[in-house]
């Protein structure tokens, strides 16, 4: 169980605190980005009692805000009786200690990283979600043991110089400070060891995919969205699917049939929110190979939210993070049915496109148009190539023949010299095999 939810049976109650500093970029503006903090602290299992904001021209290098909002802080603890200050900017471990010791011992400063890793840790419901959230846990409290040990060094007391530790403290105290650490980085490379097994695992699965030359479609987007429901609704996988952030972490792979027969996987990723945790994008990298393997991203945002342009920018900026921002995308505006028919005409009007599909996931409407558009992009595309492929590398003339269209065909000595139209997904299995033009000129010359 995480630290949040420890001997812990009734409701934890927190107070808030949002800082805009100046000249810092911001996806979504303060306000709304505390609303969405209160939805992930209402996740967590935290009731939010208290909001306080400050603009900032540079964070205190001591305290993050302000000596005036710490003690303003202190007086809404007092007042709501609440025991927990949740920030929501990423704070630095001295931030944190300085902050506990103004605040109280019994008071816990958390910031947005820690309270999204605590909604991963207690939604990993299997064994390769739990290691790479164990990861992410372990990475980001690894700088802040010192916090933990001077907290116990000052609930014993004592005088002994002017460390403020009493005698027989501060060694032994360091000392197991130290063999934590040594414990932490143990694990941690365990923890790594056994991802790069899941990774290996993943890569293998992956490559046995391939070879059936069935097409890989991959569902991302801002948590919340309605991914996972989408993904019910077109295979009958029977997802979790809740109206909550974060309700699912592990990827799930379904076949679903297109309009014309031909199929596809269809795969469920995590969720992305705006500044999410790099220890966490980090750990979570296995997964969300997942992504960058894919043919095609479906890409759905929840069109009802008022900060759905915002979202995009997140899940866009996280995609590139790992890579992935080249990969052919199709959007999927979802929630369509908590519009009237004049909003929907108006929002279909500004946001149409024909890389654009407008859907209610848990309604069903629309799914058809979704499903045909999802072929066209997947089977309909096609690039003429003109290569040379060897006699060795049968596999792939087998997949022009199966999945693209063979103009011409030419056996050669030292292997077959094809033009074909093939989906511009496998394009890149047939780059070492391209004639180029040069050589083309060439040829015709010693002819």
């Known amino acids: 169980m995480s630290k949040l939810h420890e001997n812990t049976r009734v409701k934890e109650k927190a107070v808030l605190v949002g800082v805009d500093i100046l000249g810092s970029p911001r996806i979504l503006p303060l306000e709304e980005s505390l609303i969405e903090l209160e939805m992930l ?18 964070p205190n290098p001591k305290t993050f805000v302000g000596s005036g909002k ?56 299997t064994h390769e979600g739990a290691l790479q959230v ?20 000052r609930q014993a007391g004592g005088g002994g110089g002017r460390s403020g530790v009493g005698v027989g403290l501060r060694g032994p105290g360091e000392k197991q400070l130290e063999m934590d650490r040594r414990e932490i980085n143990r694990r941690i490379a365990y923890l790594k060891e056994q991802l790069e097994k899941v990774r290996a695992h993943r890569t293998r699965h992956r490559n046995r995919r391939k070879k059936s030359n ?21 295979s009958d996988a029977g997802v979790y699917a809740a109206d909550k952030l974060f309700a699912t972490l592990d990827p799930t792979t379904r076949k679903i049939y297109l309009p014309a027969g031909k199929e596809c996987l269809l795969t469920d990723t995590v969720g992305f929110i705006q500044n999410l945790p790099t220890t966490l994008v980090a750990a979570f990298r296995a997964t969300l190979e997942e992504i960058n393997e894919a043919d095609l991203l479906l890409h759905v945002v929840d069109a009802a939210h008022s900060n759905s342009d915002e979202h995009i920018e997140s899940v866009n900026q996280t995609l590139a993070s790992i890579d992935a921002e080249h990969i052919p995308t199709l959007m999927v505006y979802n929630k369509i049915d ?54 060795d590398k049968g596999n792939l003339l087998s997949q022009i023949y199966s999945i693209g269209k063979a103009d011409m065909v030419d056996h050669m000595r030292d292997g077959v010299e094809v033009e074909a139209r093939i989906p511009t997904r496998i394009v890149a299995q047939y780059n070492d095999y391209l004639i180029k033009e040069e050589e083309e000129n060439n040829e015709e010359m010693v002819i």
């Open 214 to 234: 069935i097409p890989v479609v991959a569902l991302v987007g801002y948590t919340n969205a309605g991914k996972s429901t989408l993904l019910n609704q077109l």
């Open 338 to 391: 908590q519009f009237s028919t004049d909003e929907f005409d108006e929002f279909k009007e500004t946001y149409a496109d024909d890389d654009v599909v407008f859907v209610s996931a848990r309604d069903g409407l629309f799914v058809k148009e979704l499903l045909g558009k999802l072929e066209n992009k997947l089977y309909e595309q096609y690039i003429a190539i003109h290569a040379k492929i060897p006699y």
């Open 134 to 153: 164990e990861l992410a846990q372990l990475e980001y409290r690894l700088p802040r043991l010192t916090r933990a040990w001077t907290h116990l060094a």
């Open 70 to 125: 710490v003690n303003e802080i202190k007086g809404l603890l007092n007042e709501s009786k609440a025991d927990v200050v949740i920030f929501d900017s990423e704070l630095n471990p001295r931030h944190q200690r300085e902050l506990e010791k103004i605040l109280g011992d019994d008071v816990r400063v958390l910031d947005r990283t820690a309270l999204i890793l605590d909604i991963f840790a207690l939604h990993a419901s």
């Open 41 to 58: 602290a209402d996740t967590a299992g935290i009731s939010v009692e208290a909001i306080s904001t400050q603009n900032l021209q540079k």
